[in-house]
């Protein structure tokens, strides 16, 4: 069966339940998630200059719209290759700091095959970063401040992410995955 938006839109919005905020790899995502709060945008196809084009129409849109929380600009085709999602990374990085975004919004990475510079590819770790599809999380950086001034620890949710991911274990993992692909 042949995936449509609204298919890759289950499948990440499942992810974003059962692993983001099931495992409580982000433990600000609740809130925005339940209040539907989340903007997701599909590019499909999803060109180099298309996925530049969207990420400054997103930060515009979030400039616009105060109640959208943040976006998820999903990719589900053209960005198989993790380290070419990489290399388009940083130029959407860069791209935000051309346009006077820098200290105004960042961009997180989640891909299917996203891998630490640390790890193995089979470590679960990198499961805390692996997603249905290539996404690029686009995030309010006020909205960071703000929630992690009332978080205890924040410096180390990364390292109790990587933590969770390895007691599960990596076959845990993968099957969490899958089940969101199946949505």
């Known amino acids: 069966m042949e995936n449509t938006h609204d298919q890759w839109i289950a499948q990440t919005r499942s992810w974003i339940r059962e692993v983001v905020i099931g495992l409580q790899f982000c433990p600000f995502a609740a809130q925005p998630f339940q209040q539907d709060r989340i903007r997701y945008v599909v590019l499909d196809p999803a060109p180099l200059q298309a996925v530049l084009e969207a990420v400054i129409k997103e930060a515009y849109h979030l400039d616009q719209e105060p109640e959208t929380e943040t976006t998820l600009l999903i990719l589900p085709e053209g960005y198989a290759d993790f380290m070419d999602y990489l290399d388009m990374l940083d130029l959407?990085?860069?791209?935000?700091?051309?346009?006077?975004?820098?200290?105004?919004?960042?961009?997180?990475?989640?891909?299917?095959?996203?891998?630490?510079?640390?790890?193995?590819?089979?470590?679960?770790?990198?499961?805390?970063?692996?997603?249905?599809?290539?996404?690029?999380?686009?995030?309010?950086?006020?909205?960071?401040?703000?929630?992690?001034?009332?978080?205890?620890?924040?410096?180390?949710?990364?390292?109790?992410?990587?933590?969770?991911?390895?007691?599960?274990?990596?076959?845990?993992?993968?099957?969490?995955?899958?089940?969101?692909?199946?949505?």
Do not use: W
Request: overall charge negative; aromatic content about 8%; proline content about 7%.
């Open 92 to 183: 959407c990085e860069q791209l935000l700091v051309d346009q006077g975004y820098e200290g105004i919004y960042q961009v997180a990475s989640f891909h299917p095959r996203y891998q630490f510079a640390d790890t193995d590819q089979d470590d679960p770790a990198n499961y805390t970063n692996r997603s249905p599809h290539a996404m690029l999380h686009m995030i309010r950086e006020d909205s960071i401040t703000r929630v992690l001034e009332h978080y205890p620890d924040p410096e180390n949710i990364p390292e109790r992410n990587r933590e969770v991911a390895r007691a599960k274990g990596l076959v845990a993992m993968m099957a969490l995955r899958e089940a969101c692909l199946s949505s």
